[in-house]
């Protein structure tokens, strides 16, 4: 339960941290909030031989408005994130779901860079920022570069962000108002990662689904965005029948190991769970 030795760095900006990441052994790694980095140092999961520490950047913490997109700075804690008025007022789900992250402690220091960019199935945000439709910025030696979330995972803790790459920003379109929205998660108990989680984000006219978006925590290798699951409710009034073959689109692109929250088959059936949870929420929110 010790970690292995490493050197400690912690730069003042972004180019001194991606000249630093550039500069030491390939095994270097950045940490924000350490609440999943250390745990995996500790058991010897990873044993990096030096800590590029993110915490004096201030260019990396902060939520802004620029034009239509939320511009979220990878170092925002989750416990910042609930108390953002700006979020509040725009994307009302972020809030949400940080509220099911883990638990306060854990919340005052995990970031939501940290949170996106480890790659960890269990993490809640990756599938929000799926079916927000959101942009990572990574900023690395070759300069800036851009990717959509939907592109991002690639595997358990394998992402496409390139060796010296740091996650700077978030940058997530608005969703027009009004806006339904859910975050629907299945714990065992208060804290604990999900059994499975579904992310809604909906838009109604004329009493029927114009727009809507849903991604799935922790029932794959990766989040995943549940293309057909919402295909399925478009053009419809969230109906039964459409209700039921959103579940099953759902339930047919996941893959969950079997764990301590349930077999492969329940953690199936409960993404599908999630995902009519989830719907229902959402257009009720959207229809008052
Ligand atoms: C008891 C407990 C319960 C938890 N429950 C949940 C839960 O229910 N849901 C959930 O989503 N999470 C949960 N977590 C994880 C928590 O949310 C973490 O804080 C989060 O996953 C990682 O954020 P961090 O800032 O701590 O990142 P760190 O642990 O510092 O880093 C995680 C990984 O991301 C990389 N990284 C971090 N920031 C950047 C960046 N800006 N650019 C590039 N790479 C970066 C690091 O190198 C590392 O590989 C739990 C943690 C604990 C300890």
Known sequence: MIPGTFDYH???NISDAIVLLSRLDSDARVIAGGHSLIPMMKLRLAAPSHLVDLAGIPELKGVRLEGSDIIVGAMTTQHEIIANDLLAAHIPILRETSTVIADPQVRYVGTIGGNVANGDPGNDMPALMMALD????LS???GDRRIAARDYYEGPYTTAARPGEILTAIRIPAPPKPHGYAYEKLKRKVGDYATAAAAVILTVANGKIATCSIGLTNVADTAL????AAQAVIGTALDKASLAKASAGAEAITSPAADGRGSAE???KMAGVMTARALSRAFARASV
């Open 134 to 137: 959101a942009t990572y910025v």
């Open 140 to 142: 690395g030696p070759k």
């Open 10 to 12: 912690r730069p003042a």
């Open 266 to 268: 329940y953690r199936t």
């Open 225 to 228: 965005f549940a293309k057909d």
